[in-house]
């Protein structure tokens, strides 16, 4: 059931399915993708008595910026400070968190800047905090040229080139970050209407030129963004999943990235999946099967 909420800056759209007095889980989708990456994990949850949430991010879908005058922002931040926000809103204390890619970030920002609120975490990607305040080094070859997107991104002919080639690009990076996924244009194009929202060019480009200091941020979350930058570990339940076919976060879980996370932390690297993990394996060994292991 699509629904809406006025939650801080936005009017978030968000899918929600299950009892309303069901364990709150909360799946957050990443870039390019929208709330259908979990058309099939959100039933199975449901069937365990589960409120799932599913909600589009700033820029996607029906998700609605309140006033024109805020700033079309796609920092880290604003991502974290979004999902806090919804929470408020929706009055819910304590939920489990799954997310990947932008998704994952605001879920690991969440579990560090308020992690009473989250009750577990499902950390798909792994540590997923950036330092925008210093360069990020000159990574391995074959990782910067997965970022190609990024760096066109950071240009004008970049922008203007999203702007007019939305679709063709991000049918190419679902193709490129998930090789062994086999997906037909009706199931893309069930997604790509999200990416017709009228902030969605703007957040984006702003988030990818941001991140490597190309744009500034929202003043308001320079503390924050300081915070974050000296990479705090988070303390919550986890459990981590990698896709193992992953075409654009080559690296794959490390002893350093474990580190983030509290003792015990299950860690899986998912056979056959790539970066759209939750569509491609929705069940066992992946996302719900690590929902379900920390909701007990």
């Known amino acids: ?16 399915a299950g009892p309303a007095d069901g364990a709150p889980v909360v799946l957050l989708h990443g870039f390019p993708y929208d709330v259908t990456a979990f058309a099939e994990t959100t039933p199975l949850l449901v069937a365990r008595g589960c409120r799932v949430i599913a909600p ?28 806090l926000e919804l929470l408020n809103a929706l009055a819910i204390p304590r939920a489990v968190l799954a997310g990947y890619d932008w998704g994952g970030r605001a879920a690991c920002l969440a579990a560090i800047l308020a992690p009473e609120r989250v009750r577990a975490l499902v950390a798909i990607g792994g ?6 305040l210093a360069p990020s080094r000159p990574a391995p070859a074959a990782q910067e040229r997965a970022f190609w997107y990024q760096w066109y991104f950071n240009t004008e002919r970049g ?12 049918r190419m990076l679902w193709r490129d970050w998930s090789p062994s996924y086999q997906f037909d244009e009706a199931t893309f194009e069930r997604t790509a209407v999200a990416f017709d929202n009228p ?18 941020g929202e003043a308001r979350f320079d ?21 193992g076919d992953d075409g654009v976060s080559l690296s794959r879980a490390t002893e350093r990235e474990l580190s983030m996370f509290p003792a015990g932390t299950a860690r899986h690297v998912v056979a056959g999946a790539g970066h759209f993990l939750p569509r491609e394996k929705p069940g ?3 996302v719900v099967d690590a929902l379900l292991t920390l909701l007990r």
């Open 127 to 132: 540590y997923n905090v950036q330092n925008t």
């Open 223 to 243: 503390a924050m963004e300081r915070r974050l930058a000296t990479q705090p570990p988070i303390t919550v339940p986890t459990v981590i999943l990698h896709g």
């Open 56 to 83: 589009y991010l700033r820029g996607y879908g029906p998700t609605r910026f309140v006033s024109p005058a805020t700033p079309r922002s796609g920092q880290q931040a604003v991502l974290g400070h979004d999902l």
């Open 199 to 216: 902030d969605f060019v703007d957040v984006v480009i702003h988030s990818y030129r941001h991140r490597h200091g190309n744009a500034p």
């Open 284 to 286: 066992a060994p992946a």
């Open 1 to 16: 059931m699509l629904k809406r909420v006025t939650a801080g800056v936005l009017e978030v759209a968000y899918e929600e």
């Open 159 to 170: 922008r203007l080139g999203f702007a007019q080639n939305r679709r063709e690009i991000c």
